[in-house]
């Protein structure tokens, strides 16, 4: 039998230099979208003691939930309490996204040149749904200075290319 390894779609010595920051790739995490069916979005809320709001990200029973879009948020985690598919679609998306941290003095000013929203509105653990030039990302500031970018896995190397 093949076994297959799991390995980033990011190659360390790849990764460019940045004045003022540090760009690092994250290693894999499983990710699970959760999609509440429609009408069960408050019973889903009460199910997990909470759902995030848009633009928000909220730890919940050990897993990150990040709002992801309208009527949608991604599980960064592999312990989703039992029961959830009662309520919402949950989809496996870990083979689909790769993320990168970058952190630093210099972070914020960097990806203000590049995504079209304004990042000092953006609160640490708060998530935006947006486009790195051309590319659809998911942007998390985890801190003041520190970010994760999440992009589709096909397309990481065109997004490191505009950073």
Not at 15 to 41: E, H
Not at 49 to 70: H, M, S, Y
Not at 91 to 117: H, I, K, N
Not at 139 to 160: C, H
């Amino acid at each position: 039998m093949i076994r297959l390894k799991e390995t980033s779609a990011v190659a360390q010595p790849r990764l460019p230099t940045l004045t003022g920051c540090t760009l690092r790739a994250l290693p894999p995490v499983r990710i699970t979208s959760v999609a509440p069916y429609p009408g069960q979005t408050e019973a889903l809320r009460a199910r997990l003691d909470g759902f995030p709001a848009p633009g928000e990200v909220l730890t919940v029973q050990g897993i990150d939930l990040v709002w992801a879009g309208r009527d949608l948020a991604f599980a960064f985690g592999d312990d989703l309490p039992d029961g959830l598919d009662a309520f919402c679609a949950l989809t496996d998306q870990s083979d689909g996204w790769c993320g990168f941290a970058l952190q630093g003095t210099g972070a914020e000013a960097l990806l203000a040149r590049r995504l079209p929203f304004d990042l000092r509105n953006m609160p640490s653990q708060g998530s935006a749904r947006s486009v790195l030039d051309h590319l659809p990302v998911l942007v998390l500031r985890r801190a003041s200075d520190r970010f994760e970018i999440w992009v589709w896995r096909s397309m990481v190397q065109n997004a490191l290319a505009r950073l």
